[in-house]
C-alpha cells in the first residue's frame, strides 16, 4: 500500500476538532509564506523603481507562490506524489493566503504615504509589519472555521499522520 492509499484509508470522515493552538499554528505558517513573497515582492519592485500597482501584483503573486510552496514542501516530504502535493497544498492554503493578502495589502494601501514609502523608510517596515499583524489576527478565526470543517490546513494534516 503507498503511503498515500494508507493516508488516505485513515483519514475520518468526521472534521477535526478546531482549536485556537491550531488556528494559530496553520495560520503562522501561512503568514510566513506571505510574508516572503510581500517583502521579496515590494523589496523588488521598490528597487526597480516600479508603480504601486505592478509592485502590489508582484508581491501578491509571490505571496501565493511562497505560501504554496510552504505546504507543498511538507506534504511532498511526506511522500505524496508531486500533483496530489499541489492539490493539497492549493486546498490548504488558498482561502488563508487570500485573506491575509486582503488584509495585508488593505492595510498598506490604506496607511497614509505606506504606498509611496521607499525601502530605507521606517514607514516602509513598520506598515508592513502592522499590515501583516492585522492579517494575522484576522486570518487566524478563518483558519480555525476552516480546520473546524475538515478543510484548510485540516487537509494537510491528514498527511502529517
Same mark, same amino acid.
Given at each position: 500500500?503507498?503511503?498515500?492509499?494508507?493516508? @488516505?484509508?485513515? &483519514?475520518?470522515?468526521?472534521?477535526?476538532?478546531?482549536?485556537? =493552538?491550531?488556528?494559530? $499554528?496553520?495560520?503562522?505558517?501561512? #503568514?510566513?509564506?506571505? !510574508? %516572503?513573497?510581500?517583502? #521579496?515582492?515590494? &523589496?523588488?519592485g521598490t528597487a526597480l523603481g516600479w508603480g504601486n500597482l505592478p509592485t502590489t501584483i508582484a508581491a501578491?503573486a509571490l505571496a501565493f507562490f511562497f505560501g504554496y510552496a510552504l505546504t507543498l514542501r511538507g506534504v511532498? $516530504?511526506?511522500?505524496?506524489?508531486?500533483?496530489?502535493?499541489?492539490?493539497?497544498?492549493?486546498?490548504?492554503?488558498?482561502? =488563508?493566503?487570500?485573506?491575509?493578502? #486582503?488584509?495585508?495589502?488593505?492595510? %498598506?494601501?490604506?496607511?497614509?504615504? !505606506?504606498?509611496?514609502?521607499?525601502? &530605507?523608510?521606517?514607514?516602509?517596515? !513598520?506598515?508592513?509589519?502592522? =499590515?501583516?499583524?492585522?492579517?494575522?489576527? +484576522?486570518?487566524?478565526?478563518?483558519? *480555525?472555521?476552516?480546520?473546524?470543517?475538515? *478543510?484548510?490546513?485540516? +487537509? +494537510?494534516? @491528514?498527511?502529517?499522520?
Amino acid at each position: 500500500m503507498t503511503h498515500e492509499a494508507h493516508v @488516505r484509508a485513515h &483519514v475520518h470522515d468526521h472534521a477535526p476538532a478546531a482549536t485556537w =493552538s491550531m488556528a494559530a $499554528r496553520a495560520t503562522l505558517h501561512c #503568514l510566513t509564506g506571505c !510574508a %516572503i513573497g510581500e517583502v #521579496l515582492g515590494m &523589496v523588488i519592485g521598490t528597487a526597480l523603481g516600479w508603480g504601486n500597482l505592478p509592485t502590489t501584483i508582484a508581491a501578491i503573486a509571490l505571496a501565493f507562490f511562497f505560501g504554496y510552496a510552504l505546504t507543498l514542501r511538507g506534504v511532498l $516530504r511526506a511522500g505524496v506524489d508531486f500533483r496530489t502535493a499541489v492539490r493539497v497544498a492549493l486546498a490548504a492554503d488558498t482561502l =488563508s493566503i487570500a485573506v491575509m493578502e #486582503l488584509i495585508d495589502n488593505g492595510v %498598506i494601501a490604506l496607511w497614509p504615504g !505606506a504606498m509611496e514609502a521607499q525601502l &530605507v523608510d521606517l514607514l516602509f517596515w !513598520a506598515t508592513l509589519a502592522i =499590515s501583516l499583524a492585522a492579517a494575522f489576527v +484576522v486570518t487566524t478565526p478563518v483558519n *480555525k472555521w476552516t480546520i473546524g470543517r475538515g *478543510k484548510g490546513h485540516a +487537509v +494537510v494534516h @491528514r498527511y502529517h499522520r
